[in-house]
């Protein structure tokens, strides 16, 4: 049983940053990020395995965005730089028991509330 708790949303303008928090309540293995802009389907933006700390990253994300975590109160953030206007979506932290691939939203059996990200120019 896994409940998540989104947080760090925001408008900013081009080059600007920002952090997401996602606090898990549960044990989980694998946690991810995933976004979602309108009338497009949802796409992996990056994951990490919880134990050992391995991290995925989209090729469009890569380079600006850092996923990491603090296990001290199981809390697994998204650090957002460089922002770009094609960044604006609802971001979704997502977490599974699973060992599947971690870049596939299907592997994934919880979801949080999703935190909407608008970039201007």
């Known amino acids: 049983q896994v409940q998540l708790v989104e947080s760090g949303g925001g408008l900013v303008q081009t080059g600007d940053s920002l952090r997401l928090s996602c606090a898990a309540s549960g044990r989980t293995y694998t946690m991810g990020w995933f976004r979602q802009a309108p009338g497009k389907e949802r796409e992996f933006v990056a994951a990490?395995?919880?134990?050992?700390?391995?991290?995925y990253y989209a090729d469009s994300v890569k380079g600006r965005f850092t996923i990491f975590r603090d296990y001290a109160d199981n809390t697994l953030y998204l650090q957002m730089n460089s922002l770009k206007v094609e960044d604006t979506a609802v971001y979704y932290c997502?977490?599974?028991?699973?060992?599947?691939?971690?870049?596939?939203?299907?592997?994934?059996?919880?979801w949080g509330q999703g935190t909407q990200v608008t970039v201007s120019s």
């Open positions: 997502a977490a599974t028991r699973s060992i599947m691939d971690p870049t596939n939203a299907r592997t994934y059996a919880y």
């Open positions: 990490l395995r919880w134990s050992g700390g391995t991290t």
